[in-house]
């Protein structure tokens, strides 16, 4: 259930974060109170107009867990239900249960290993297209679905500073530098 604390603790911090680490860390504090022990991690759909058709990039831009999932780790998926699901479809993903979640991800021993049973995949979006994705993994073998309501609203909040850092990474590439923008 959303509370009036971590509601008025997450509206007074996070306007006020002057970077992703910040804003993610103000989310990621707020996740914890409202559903437990789990992960945070922020995937940016890296993918290149050069990469091989049927494949897709993801590079993590943030991790509540940074030793088991660095910051920068970067994966290449190909096209399977999931992808098409939460990547090309932009469509949020539930998967419950060490089936589901062995079924989705490579790194299913490891998912287990740090206790964690089910997942919720949201894409966030621009201009209707999904550019990243918000991953929140818990120790319940299922969510409720006020559960997956409070991750999907998460995901909203954090989607204006991810979609800045997205920019930023993108401006250096091409040696521009980080926008003047503040997160």
């Not at 022990?37 to 943030?62: C, F, S």
């Not at 206790?115 to 999904?130: I, K, M, Q, T």
Request: glycine content about 6%; overall charge neutral.
């Amino acid at each position: 259930m959303l509370s009036v604390e971590v509601c008025e603790r997450l509206c007074d911090a996070l306007p006020r974060a002057a970077t992703v680490d910040a804003a993610m860390g103000h989310i990621e504090s707020a996740r914890r109170a409202l559903l437990g022990p789990g992960l945070l991690t922020v995937n940016l759909n890296a993918t290149a107009p050069d990469d091989p058709p049927g494949e897709v990039q993801l590079q993590r831009l943030w991790s509540s867990d940074p030793q088991a999932y660095p910051v920068a780790g970067r994966k290449r998926k190909t096209l399977t239900p999931w992808t098409q699901q939460l990547l090309l479809r932009a469509e949020v993903f539930v998967g419950e249960g060490e089936t589901a979640l062995a079924e989705v991800f490579d790194d299913h021993a490891l998912i287990a290993a740090l206790g964690l049973r089910a997942v919720v995949n949201v894409p966030l979006l621009e201009d209707g297209r999904c550019v990243a994705t918000f991953n929140v993994l818990g120790t319940r073998a299922r969510w409720t679905q006020q559960e997956i309501a409070l991750v999907r609203l998460l995901a909203l909040l954090a989607t204006p500073c991810v979609l800045r850092a997205r920019r930023d990474a993108w401006a250096s590439q091409q040696g521009r530098g980080p926008s003047s923008s503040v997160a």
